[in-house]
């Protein structure tokens, strides 16, 4: 039962480096998301994807690259890291797009900018 | 745009005592309320969801949750806490109608203390 599984769990990284974040789901859903979760901001939607080769964004998507090439991957991109990026991000999956399904979670990346 | 309150930042109950957790909501349509948990270091969890009918839904882990169309709230409740509750708590908005994502609520945090 692995759900949503997200890579690396923790990242330092210095201003200006890039990396991906990964994340893979085994539900055969079509949606995913990421979002970041800052103290006290709730969590935010960054992209989602409505399927393979299907992407847009959310609310806060600068600074960030998606892609999905496969039902199962969505990768984050950042390629140039900035301090406002130091968040908690999160991906997740579920079966319908619209807010009448359950979402599921991954456990999050921990990401710190210095 | 729909979006949500929780107007308490923080809340601490002592083991044994009822709980109820504060979600007010704004939505043109017929909303759909979802309320997740955040156990530490963990992801996002589903605990219940409206959709329509019965506006007392149950959860998981004995929480239920009221639908007040007139006062536009959703809030959520359980009799008596558990030292295992304490987390945190996002209500989240989603669409009846389009392809609306989920919009989430700032979150409380709930402490248990013996």
């Known amino acids: 039962n692995a759900g949503v599984t997200q890579t690396p769990k923790f990242r330092i990284l210095k201003i200006g480096q890039s990396m991906t974040l990964q994340c893979t789901q085994d539900?055969?859903?079509?949606?995913m998301y990421w979002y970041r979760q800052d103290p006290g901001m709730g969590l935010k939607l960054i992209y989602y994807?409505?399927?393979?080769?299907?992407?847009d964004k959310g609310e806060v998507p600068n600074g960030y690259n998606v892609s999905r090439s496969t039902t199962e991957d969505f990768p984050l991109r950042l390629e140039l890291a900035a301090p406002s990026q130091t968040s908690v991000y999160f991906c997740?999956?579920?079966?319908?797009?619209?807010?009448?399904?359950?979402?599921?979670f991954g456990q999050g990346t921990r990401l710190t900018v210095v | 745009a729909q979006s949500v309150t929780q107007p308490d930042i923080h809340i601490t109950v002592s083991e044994g005592a009822s709980l109820e957790l504060r979600c007010n909501y704004s939505?043109?349509?017929?909303?759909?309320l979802f309320w997740y948990v955040q156990s530490p270091g963990q992801g996002l969890q589903l605990l219940l969801k409206?959709?329509?009918?019965?506006?007392l839904v149950q959860g998981i882990k004995g929480f239920e949750a009221e639908f007040k169309r007139s006062q536009s709230s959703f809030n959520l409740r359980k009799p008596s806490v558990h030292w295992s509750d304490a987390a945190e708590y996002f209500c989240?908005?989603?669409?009846?109608?389009?392809?609306?994502?989920?919009?989430f609520g700032t979150g409380t945090r709930l402490t248990i203390i013996p």
């Open positions: 997740a999956s579920s079966y319908g797009l619209t807010g009448d399904t359950e979402a599921f």
């Open positions: 539900m055969n859903h079509n949606y």
């Open positions: 994807s409505v399927g393979a080769g299907i992407t």
């Open positions: 939505y043109g349509a017929t909303p759909y």
């Open positions: 409206y959709f329509s009918g019965d506006t």
């Open positions: 989240a908005v989603g669409a009846a109608l389009g392809n609306e994502k989920l919009t």
